[in-house]
Antibody
């Protein structure tokens, strides 16, 4: 069974940092692109960052470019999202998702999400 | 960036009724359009990819159609577990944006 498990969410003040992790199992991780998708309170889904299978190509939404960094460790089947200079509008549930056909989706498996709250 | 719009914002129906949801893209996405079901508090679930392909385990009452810029998700007969929010998403390029969602609620 394919599984993705996020961790690392929490409460942080504006300007602070958090590092999210996504642990994958049940599929060939090394050939799979992974993305982070977030949902702010009362809002829809937003794809904020993606990484291809070997980490050579990374992608960021304009809203997080220069503040977030995505990386992966294929030896540990994990993807990380380093989030710096956090703002109140980064408050959201963050999901990691497996891209099924190409690096941009569709997203066939999702984790349960980890909540990030940015507030003073 | 390709912008997806969905209509209606809310669809109020009874179990057993047919649901028709629309998604329109600001430019052609070819056949690279997917649909997801999201129940708040749960992970989103892929229903349909590449316009009309059902994902693994998805019941036949879910079907998709369309091409280019106009797409439709149809639920032929609503089951109680189908009342949720539905999002369309393209994968033509980065960012693979989502539509704002259609909420299907119980009438």
């Amino acid at each position: 069974e394919e599984q993705l498990l996020e961790s690392g969410g929490g409460f942080v003040q504006p300007g602070g940092s958090l590092r999210l992790s996504c642990a994958a199992s049940g599929f060939n991780f090394a050939i799979t692109a992974i993305s982070w998708v977030r949902q702010a309170p009362g809002k829809g889904l937003e794809c904020v960052s993606g990484i291809n299978n070997n980490g050579a190509d990374t992608y960021y939404a304009d809203s997080v470019k220069g503040r977030f960094t995505i990386s992966r460790d294929n030896s540990k089947n994990t993807v990380s999202l380093q989030m710096n200079s956090l703002r109140a509008d980064d408050t959201a549930i963050y999901y990691c998702a497996r891209a099924y056909v190409t690096r941009f989706g569709p997203f066939s498996s999702w984790g349960q999400g980890t909540l990030v709250t940015v507030s003073s | 960036e390709i912008v997806l719009t969905q209509s209606p914002a809310t669809l109020s129906l009874s179990p057993g009724e047919r649901a028709t949801l629309s998604c329109r893209a600001s430019q052609s996405v070819g056949s690279y359009l997917a649909w997801y079901q999201h129940v708040p508090g749960q992970a989103p679930r892929l229903l349909i990819y590449d316009v009309s392909n059902r994902a693994t385990g998805i019941p036949a009452r879910f079907s998709g159609s369309g091409s280019g810029t106009d797409f439709t998700l149809t639920i032929s007969s609503l089951e109680p577990e189908d009342f949720a929010i539905y999002y369309c998403q393209h994968r033509s390029n980065w960012p693979p944006s989502f539509g704002p969602g259609t909420k299907v609620d119980i009438k």
